[in-house]
């Protein structure tokens, strides 16, 4: 099994950034593809950001494309997200998620195994 547990959220000003970071806990953490996914209130669990498990591969949502960076270090079993460039829009609470899914970096998230609690992220106008 594995834990995930986000941190790094907080209130922002449109423009600002914010360092997201997710410790996973438990075996095999570096076969794992690692994704972000946030949910606004009201809305949907949304696609945010995907990366492969030997970090060679990312996606992004084509919402958060140019701004934010999605990386992994498998010797800290950390993933982070860097946020850039926020705007009020980006407003949500924020999950880590893992899954063993191997075949492509997955963008629903019926597809990953394991999610944090997540981390509120506002951005203020």
């Known amino acids: 099994q594995v834990q995930l547990v986000e941190s790094g959220g907080g209130l922002v000003q449109a423009g600002g950034s914010l360092r997201l970071a997710c410790a996973a806990s438990?075996?095999?953490?570096?076969?794992?593809?690692m994704g972000w996914f946030r949910q606004a209130a009201g809305k949907e669990r949304e696609f945010v950001a995907a990366i492969s498990w030997s970090g060679a591969r990312t996606t992004y949502a084509d919402s958060v494309k140019g701004r934010f960076t999605i990386s992994r270090d498998n010797a800290k079993n950390t993933v982070d997200l860097q946020m850039n460039s926020l705007k009020p829009e980006d407003t949500a609470v924020y999950y880590c998620?893992?899954?063993?899914?191997?075949?492509?970096?997955?963008?629903?998230?019926?597809?990953?195994?394991?999610w944090g609690p997540g981390t509120q992220v506002t951005v203020s106008s």
């Open positions: 998620a893992a899954t063993t899914f191997t075949a492509y970096l997955p963008t629903t998230p019926t597809r990953y195994q394991y």
């Open positions: 438990g075996r095999t953490f570096s076969s794992y593809i």
